[in-house]
């Protein structure tokens, strides 16, 4: 059994959630005079891979110290929506069973391609990533619910579409693009769409009901697109923590891993050395052009 790592790189040039604390890093001694290396760090939760604890949107929920891990480890679909959904599109419950079986009590992992947007990219846009990547709608949390999935996973900003979250009134220049594609494509308005009974759904509405998410995945996702995986998240035994940073890993079968690193040798590489599809960027490029046209 080996392990692929779906954790994207953590430094002072990772964005946090639009608005939280990013990271920053001091030292507080060295190795001279100190005779040590230390350092202090602060940070918010929500920044780099991170899990949302159900105590982020529901007060009597659990916090991340009372997460056990057959719940954080799990057997997993992890689906590949890139072909589906561009930017500010909306992907639903049938876009992901086309593509790959997801089973009751499942981990979901989505990969919206939206990660290539991501700080560690060559096609790094940080606007991209946290505003304009796709979201599911009401079905799609149905359909989870219905489903009794463990937690869901997205390689973006966040698990909510961002003209369903307070960013619609931060960008307000996004927020326009968006309304035009709406009308183009739904036949109304975004504010009609995503109306206020659906504000942050994926959060408000899913939590209550223990099904959190984990937000910024990356690292080597590409290579495991439409299959099933064990998938592991191990954030810090936080006890009244709302979130937390962690790293999150794919187990995969010693041949399979073979397989998937002669794949890797053949792809290009971010700079901190994760493989990555270039074809999924290409096709987010074409369907939001589509979109818009």
């Keep these: 059994m080996k392990l692929i790592d779906l954790t994207i790189p953590l430094g002072i040039g990772t964005p946090a959630w639009p608005t939280y604390e990013p990271l920053q890093v001091k030292y507080f ?36 110290a009372s997460l056990d891990m057959d719940y954080l480890v799990h057997d997993a679909a992890i689906v590949d929506l890139s072909d589906a959904c561009g930017d500010y599109d909306v992907y639903t419950s049938k876009m992901v069973e086309d593509r790959v079986e997801v089973k009751e009590g499942d981990i979901l992992v989505i990969h919206t391609g939206y990660h290539h947007f991501g700080w560690d990219m060559p096609t790094a846009d940080e606007i991209r990533y946290m505003v304009k990547h796709p979201g599911p709608d009401r079905e799609f949390a149905e359909w989870a619910k219905k489903k009794k999935l463990r937690w869901i996973a997205v390689d973006c900003g966040s698990a909510d579409h961002p003209m369903n979250t307070i960013i619609r009134q931060w960008m307000p220049r996004q927020a326009k693009q968006a309304d035009i594609m709406f009308h183009k494509k739904f036949g109304m308005s975004l504010e009609d769409y995503f109306c206020d009974d659906k504000y942050q759904l994926m959060h408000i509405e899913m939590f209550p009901y223990s099904i959190i998410h984990a937000e910024c995945f990356g690292g080597e996702i590409d290579l495991l697109l439409n299959k099933r995986f064990k998938v592991g998240f191990f954030p810090w035994r936080f006890v009244d923590g709302e979130a937390s940073i962690g790293r999150a890993v794919a187990f995969v079968e010693d041949a399979e891993y073979e397989e998937m690193m002669a794949k890797k040798a053949t792809m290009p590489k971010t700079r901190f050395g994760d493989a990555f599809d270039p074809t999924h960027v290409d096709r987010l490029n074409r369907l939001t052009e589509a979109n818009f046209r």
């Design 29 to 64: 001694k060295r190795l001279a005079p100190n005779g040590a290396n230390g350092q202090v760090l602060t940070h918010s939760n929500h920044l780099g891979t991170h899990l949302d604890g159900e105590i982020h949107f529901y007060t009597p929920g659990k916090d991340m």
